[in-house]
Structures are given as C-alpha cells and as structure tokens.
C-alpha cells in the first residue's frame, strides 16, 4: 500500500550547536540533518511563537535515500578515491555570455577523484586549499562530450554544463572510462530499484515529497535561550499536504 506520510520529522534549536534533527521516523531520510533541520527552523523562527513553512525534498532513484550535495569530512576520510587526476581546471558554462567561465569562482584545482557519497559516485576536485567539492553526481543520463583533446564536457542531472580542462590530454581516457563505467552502474541500480516498486506497488513513487513543517516557541525561564524552539514536519508524496496542519498542531502541543 502506498502511505500517506512518508516521513515524519522533529526538529530542535541547540543553543551550543544550533538546528538539529532529533528524530526520523520511520526510517532515515538519507539526506542531509542539518540542511533539513535549518529548513525546519527558519531564521527569524524563534522570534514568532508559531510559523508554517513549506519544503520539498527531490527523491533521486532510490524512494530511500537523497543525495547530500556536499562533501563531508567523514565522508572524504571513510572513502578513498577510485580514482585520482591530477591537474585539472573545472569550468562551468555561462548561458548568459554564451562561454565557459571558472566553476563557482575558483576553477583551478589540483585534482580530480571519485568518491562514494552516501550510495551515489561523485566526482570531486580538490582545490588549491585542500578543500574537497562535489563537482558532479554520477547519474545514469550523463552525457560525456570530448571537445578537444584535452577539454571535456559532462552535465549534471540539472542541466547544468561543467567543463574539465586537462593539463596532461592523456589522463582525459582514463576519466572518459570511468563516468562510462559508473553512468552504467547507476541505470543497472536505477533499473532494478524501478523494477523493485512495481513489484511492490501499482503506483509509482514520486520524483520528490512535500513537506510541511510546523515551528513553534515556548516560553522556559529554565533553559539558556529563555525559550524552546521545535519543529515538526511530515512529509508526503500528495498534493494536498495541508490537510495535516491539524495534526502537526496537535502533536506538537503534546510532544512539549
């Protein structure tokens, strides 16, 4: 049967360590905590006693798991790199002007690798700074466009044109192989979890979820911040998600 919510989510401010998302249920949603509990707690929320905000969440193939968009440290010291190309300058395309340009203001990096991000392939550079960045998600409709020897064009799943120019040509194969070889395992995975829904439902998930999150504060002398702020949020694959709002309100009042 396919269910009404598909999360449900309680949010908290920590004064020490700020939004904070304290419960899942039934199951993680794979995505990012604090991305998600910052969008539970808007800024501005603890001034307001209550407050209502709407949000969605994009389900990639996997009904069970979001991509985080960001590069953790954790992430970077638990997967090594499959691969590493050094010397590189990444570049995005500018619809505007109609050129290339450097990507998210500093292009220049040292190197290129892909690492596993939490059940996603990702190519990430390093910058001058050491810093990681995702670059790109693998995903199953990368289009991989050799314009020179040493220049190369991959879209992300946005649309989005972002350019790798090689100071060695030579290491241009070898990164060509591996998107093809990892583009190929995401549309084997993406099939076989389509296949699985159909087997487990006649309606087909949906492509993201409606989330409607509900914020409230509470006047407590015995606390450091003077008030306490949580918010709860359910998230559903329908349209009409405002029908919770009753019992977000309900819950909220009995969870304090």
């Known amino acids: 049967a396919v269910p009404n919510v598909d999360f449900l989510l309680l949010a908290e401010f920590d004064i020490d360590k700020g939004s904070l998302l304290r419960v899942q ?3 993680d949603t794979g995505c990012d905590e604090h991305a998600m509990a910052e969008l539970m707690l808007p800024e501005g929320s603890h001034g307001r006693e209550e407050d209502w905000t709407t949000f969605f969440v994009r389900l990639r193939e996997d009904p069970e798991s979001c991509t985080p968009c960001t590069l953790k440290a954790d992430d970077a010291k638990k997967t090594p790199p499959k691969l590493v190309v050094p010397k590189v300058t990444v570049l995005q395309y500018n619809k505007d002007v ?12 040292e190197s290129l690798s892909f690492r596993c991000i939490g059940n996603r392939h990702a190519l990430v550079a390093k910058d001058e ?7 790109i998600t693998i995903h199953p409709d990368m289009q991989y466009t050799k314009l020179q020897n040493d220049f190369v064009s991959l879209y992300t799943e946005n ?48 492509d993201f979820l409606y989330c409607l999150s509900f914020v409230r ?13 949580r918010s709860l949020a359910v998230c559903t694959r329908y349209q009409f998600y405002h029908i919770f709002k009753p019992i977000l309100i309900l819950a909220l009042e009995k969870y304090y």
């Open 25 to 27: 249920y039934p199951r």
């Open 98 to 109: 109609q050129d290339w340009s450097r990507w998210q203001e500093s292009g220049s990096s």
């Open 129 to 135: 700074d050491g810093k990681d960045v995702v670059v």
């Open 159 to 206: 649309d989005v044109a972002v350019g790798i120019l090689f100071e060695n040509p030579s290491d241009e194969p070898k990164l060509g192989k591996e998107v093809a070889t990892l583009s190929s395992e995401e549309e084997e995975r993406r099939r076989q979890i389509l296949a699985a829904r159909s087997d487990a439902a006649p309606t087909e998930a949906p």
């Open 217 to 229: 504060t509470v006047k407590d002398d015995t606390v450091r911040r003077g008030a306490v702020v």
